[in-house]
């Protein structure tokens, strides 16, 4: 913050300099114009005089998006000039304003706990049309798979306090142009990548300017994915890292293969991230797995594999392992890192394998009374950054999501399978659009606030 405030204050001096200078060699011409046009001194006076209020509005505000390119001077001879320069100080004004107002409802945001809130009823257009964004995993796509309500893409997450911007792909995208964004972790990150590409897909005019570098068009098997915007000259990425440490397989003396996950090595597919401008981090379901979450025989350090360890205690170590390699790789002058919190699920009556079941849920949780509690796993990596020295901004989605029972594919996760009641159900993931475009709209948030300088405000 500090920089920008000294970036600010340097900008704000030579804008007074720069309106100084304009202003000695635009009146040093008043009387040549004078003596070589028919008009007045005053008129011409008059017309210099407007245009220098009108720089110095331009000038002074840092956030103004006020464009001269449509005004004009009152001396112009040209008969289809139609805007005064008194009309333009009015729109620089009129503009200055709004700028004003966009400005403090940022500032307000800023000083606004975003993740605390509840989901409204809202009838306003989801980020993208179900059905129109090409690169959804079939698994996510629950309009193509013959989900037959919609009521759940009908609800905005409100925090309490303050007001979330409309979403504007076009200004993300800005925002983002030369930079690489990549997201690191696991198929909810995933779930997440894909609805943050296809809500700036949606702002571009000629959709074939975005493509996947690979030319893919399933995202599943792979460990890395690359959508590059070619007007933007900016890539959105997903790196595939469930558990963010390294898995590692072997074959012990008697030639049986086994697997164990090193708690203290970073996943090697680091190298390919180290560099970005923004990595947004997460890990959490796959700790819930049956050989995480038993302990036995799994995790490693060194060359030791415990007997057993307790999944929390793993857990931690894994993300210390995570906390000591950014604070040692990332540069934060460069690079800003995010962590997402842990999605919650809604099985009911079981999991996903032993015949736990979300379909027909079509409204959110209404009540905190059932209202899960928060996960162990939040708690720890709340601890783990508190003592990182990088700055790590924490998208804590998991109690906007515990709401959200409605979201999850269910059995539309693929389109032409039997439905039956013995069916394997998805109550983890979500469909696209849906709920993981209200956590880009939170990322967007963020990013917005990042661009403003409130410390002198």
């Known amino acids: 913050m500090a920089y920008f405030k000294n970036l600010s204050s340097f900008l704000m001096s030579l804008a007074r300099t720069h309106i100084l200078i304009i202003s000695l060699v635009l009146l040093s011409l008043l009387f040549l114009l004078a003596s070589q046009t028919n008009h007045s001194p005053a008129l011409i006076a008059s017309a210099l005089t407007s245009r220098l209020l009108f720089a110095a509005n331009f000038y002074i505000s840092p956030f103004s998006s006020v464009s001269s390119s449509t005004t004009c001077l009152v001396l112009d001879s040209e008969s289809n000039c139609t805007l005064s320069s008194v009309t333009a100080v009015e729109t620089a004004h009129a503009n200055s304003r709004k700028d004003q107002e966009r400005y403090n409802r940022i500032k307000k945001l800023s000083s606004c706990d975003i993740f605390n809130g509840k989901w409204v009823a809202d009838n306003s257009e989801p980020l993208y049309k179900p059905g129109s964004c090409p690169f959804i995993d079939e698994a996510f796509n629950c309009f193509k798979n013959g989900r037959p309500d919609s009521d759940y893409l009908k609800y905005k997450w409100r925090p309490i306090g303050c007001q979330l911007p409309r979403f504007d792909g076009g200004k993300m995208l800005e925002m983002l142009r030369g930079k690489r964004l990549v997201f690191v972790g696991d198929s909810l990150n995933r779930n997440m990548w894909e609805s943050l590409v296809c809500a700036l897909r949606d702002s571009l005019k000629d959709k074939s300017r975005v493509y996947e570098v690979s030319g893919r068009q399933r995202f599943r098997t792979q460990g890395f994915y690359s959508f590059k915007f070619r007007d933007y000259m900016c890539s959105i990425d997903f790196i595939k890292s469930p558990f963010l440490v390294q898995e590692s397989k072997f074959s012990d003396k008697s030639g049986a293969r086994g697997e164990t996950l090193r708690l203290d090595m970073i996943q090697g597919s680091s190298t390919k991230y180290c560099d970005a401008d923004i990595i947004i981090f997460n890990t959490g379901h796959w700790w819930t797995h049956h050989k995480t979450f038993k302990g ?162």
Not at 304 to 325: D, P, R, S
Not at 422 to 437: A, I, N
């Open 296 to 457: 036995y025989n799994y995790f490693q350090e060194g060359s030791h594999v415990y007997n057993k360890l307790e999944v929390k205690e793993a857990y931690t170590k894994a993300l210390k392992t995570w906390a000591q390699w950014v604070d040692a790789n990332i540069d934060s002058n460069r690079t800003r890192v995010f962590f997402r919190g842990y999605s919650a699920s809604h099985f009911r009556k079981g999991q996903w394998n032993t015949g736990g079941s979300c379909h027909g849920e079509m409204k959110p949780i209404a009540s905190d009374t059932y209202i899960a509690t928060y996960p162990w796993m939040m708690r720890v990596l709340e601890s783990v950054i508190a003592e990182m020295k990088t700055p790590v901004f924490y998208l804590n989605i998991t109690r906007m999501t515990d709401y959200r029972q409605d979201g999850h594919p269910s059995i539309y996760r693929q389109r032409e399978i039997p439905r039956g009641p013995g069916m394997f159900q998805d109550c983890s993931h979500w469909c696209l659009p849906g709920v993981p475009d209200s956590w880009n709209e939170l990322l967007y948030a963020t990013l917005l606030i990042s661009h403003y300088d409130f410390t002198g405000k």
